[in-house]
């Protein structure tokens, strides 16, 4: 018999390995999957029963810091009964799911993905297959999952539906983690399966017209639980059968190696994309941090982080599937329509740059600005540069790119006046209206006839006008370095850990000629003290002595003392033309006394 006993951090890392490396070398865009990548922002929506308890029972806040309303009832260990009793405070009169699609249609999404089924076992729409239904527990009897359908097609939103197929707290045989004590014979677990899920599956797809998207919520391997491999297989399979254009998300549990065929992988929850993936995929994400409605949860994010989240998605190819959580009246909490219409604002004037646009071929946060998506046209490519910060001297540099652009305007100027703009080597500078044309981010098209040539290894040219070379962006990624994470809270940052004699290599693209300091920050606790570091650039060499950079107290009042980075002026070097220019800094520790490398810095100077 299985053991299941399965630590939620350890399922963590489960989820990452199996979405990141299990589905990472898929990159064709599944053809069913092409409205999806179109799409990339839907809604997501958690309403159910939890919603009548708002996070807290009978006085008390649910049981877990991680504040999931929708949990309640496992976390605080509700009865049965009691739960179901929570239907009582719902305001049936009231509750209009029409109104959710339109918030989303206002939101500028274009799907919508409803909690049909949760954990709690309770179905959202007229089951035959279980009676432990809304349909047969409301008066008159509503089946909330037909009229989201119906206001689905009216709108022309996309449905998905969230279908909790592992646990069930509802069901004898459903899977629940107090299982974990008590253990389930894998026939009982099927007896679930076969008379609940399957059947359920089969209304969902049968009943309520195009479904495009079955939301799963298995968020580990099924080898760490109850559910088998076959019983995965024959889900998903009666989703082919019965609605072969329906997208699948990775959490049903399969892995790649088991089944190529699932279209959508899905990030954990609220983990926002870091690397680009070439596989469709999306970011379940919250306004505040509970997915159904907790009156005591107030971490709203921003509008301005919510779009850039969304931004940020969309420039390494992944999709944002924000969630709202109603209330037992149906309301959407004030906090998250406020944003989401504000975010819909913002849609109107730049749909351009998020609809069918995808990620751009130079490296993941290549500028400190903001974020790049790219559209390909008949006639050419466009990028969409996204200003998360505007340039307080109003220019833009835009790096790694060779082509000229053959326009340059705001998006949001619908006369699309051209913007002044300067084009040299791999650098665009942009002239920007004084004060930000939009609150949250404004958006600059550049325009080109074909596809931009591309400019690699490259360091670009920082938002303060200087380049900051790292063990990270260098150019020979061939010398293999030991690079140290950043510790305690941050307070300690990333660094090269040098020993040897190095040599690291950077290539920058300077426009304007002139003198330019060099700054070098590394930390040196060693004795002697007679290291040196050689930075070369131009023909010309700086030679810096190694000296001892001390200690700090990181944290006040805290016995939190680390060694110190600082950094120190290596010289200044002049470069008399503009062009394209190899960096060079040669590390020479003495007696393998550590220097601690972080980076090195290039501005102009004299
Ligand atoms: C988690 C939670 C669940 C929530 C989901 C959203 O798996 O169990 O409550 O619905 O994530 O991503």
Redesign the pocket.
């Known amino acids: 018999m299985k053991k299941y006993y399965l630590l939620r951090n350890v399922t963590t890392f489960l989820v990452f390995f199996f979405t990141v490396f299990l589905l990472d070398g898929q990159s064709v865009v599944n053809k069913r999957a092409e409205w999806f990548v179109d799409a990339r922002y839907g809604m ?1 929506i ?1 309403w159910g029963l939890y919603s009548g308890a708002e996070g807290v029972w009978k006085g008390e806040s649910l049981r877990n810091d991680n504040n ?1 309303a ?2 309640i009832q496992y976390r605080n260990s509700i009865g049965h009964e009691e739960y179901l009793g929570l239907i009582d405070r719902f305001k049936w009169d009231e509750i209009d799911p029409e109104k959710w699609v339109l918030l989303a249609k206002d939101a500028g999404m274009k799907y919508v993905v409803l ?1 049909a089924k ?2 709690d076992g309770f179905a959202l729409w007229d089951s035959k297959a279980s009676s432990y239904n809304v349909a047969r527990h409301t008066s008159p009897s509503r089946d909330i999952l037909r009229e989201l359908a119906d206001a689905c097609q009216k709108h022309g939103l996309r449905l998905g539906l ?1 279908y909790s197929h592992w646990i069930d707290w509802d069901h004898e045989y459903g899977w629940n983690h107090r299982m974990e004590i008590t253990g389930i014979r894998p026939e009982d677990y099927d007896l679930y399966w076969q008379n609940k899920v399957i059947p359920q599956m089969r209304e969902l797809l049968t009943n309520y017209g195009p479904v495009d998207l079955i939301w799963f ?1 298995m ?1 580990i391997h099924h080898s760490g639980t109850v559910v088998s491999r076959e019983q995965l297989i024959q889900l998903k399979s009666l989703i082919r059968e019965l609605q072969p254009s329906c997208l699948i998300n990775s959490r049903l549990g399969l892995s790649l190696k088991e089944d190529s065929d699932v279209d959508i992988h899905e990030m954990g ?1 609220n983990q926002i994309g870091s690397q680009l993936q070439d596989f469709p995929w999306q970011s ?1 994400a919250t306004v505040s941090h509970s ?1 159904g409605f907790h009156r005591r949860d107030t971490e709203w994010k921003s509008t301005t982080s919510l779009l850039r989240s969304l931004i940020n998605n969309v420039s390494l190819n992944g999709n944002y599937l924000l969630n709202i959580g109603p209330r037992a009246n149906g309301e959407v909490p004030y906090e998250i329509a406020v944003r989401l219409r504000e975010m819909g604002k913002w849609m109107e004037v730049n749909w351009e740059s998020v609809y069918g646009c995808k990620a751009f071929e130079l490296p993941e946060g290549y500028h400190d600005w903001g974020r790049i998506t790219c559209r390909e046209t008949a006639g050419g490519t466009r990028l969409y540069l996204h200003l998360f910060n505007y340039p307080l001297d109003n220019k833009l540099y835009f790096s790694g790119v060779t082509s000229k652009p053959d326009r340059v305007y705001l998006l949001a100027d619908k006369q699309k006046r051209p913007l002044d703009y300067t084009h040299k080597g791999a650098l665009a500078t942009i002239s920007l209206p004084a004060s930000a044309p939009d609150p949250y981010v404004s958006v600059i098209v550049l325009e080109y006839d074909g596809k931009p040539g591309i400019h690699e290894g490259l360091v670009a040219k920082n938002m303060d006008g200087g380049y900051s070379l790292t063990p990270w962006n260098r150019d020979n990624s061939g010398i293999v370095l030991k690079t140290v994470n950043k510790q305690r809270r941050g307070t300690v940052p990333a660094y090269a850990s040098i020993t040897e004699p190095t040599v690291l290599k950077w290539k920058i693209y300077i426009d304007e000629p002139g003198p330019k300091n060099f700054d070098i920050s590394y930390s040196f606790q060693g004795e002697t003290g007679k290291g040196i570091i050689r930075v070369k650039a131009d023909g010309e060499t700086l030679s810096h002595s190694v000296t001892p950079t001390g200690k700090t107290v990181a944290e006040p009042n805290s016995d939190w003392v680390i060694d110190d980075f600082r950094s120190h002026r290596a010289g200044i070097i002049n470069f008399n033309n503009s062009g394209y220019y190899d960096i060079e800094v040669e590390i020479n520790p003495q007696n393998r006394e550590e220097i601690k490398f972080q980076w090195l810095w290039i501005c102009r100077g004299g």
Do not use: I, L, V
């Open positions: 997501f958690h999931y929708e949990w909690t949760h954990h969230y919520d968020w929850d379940p997915w």
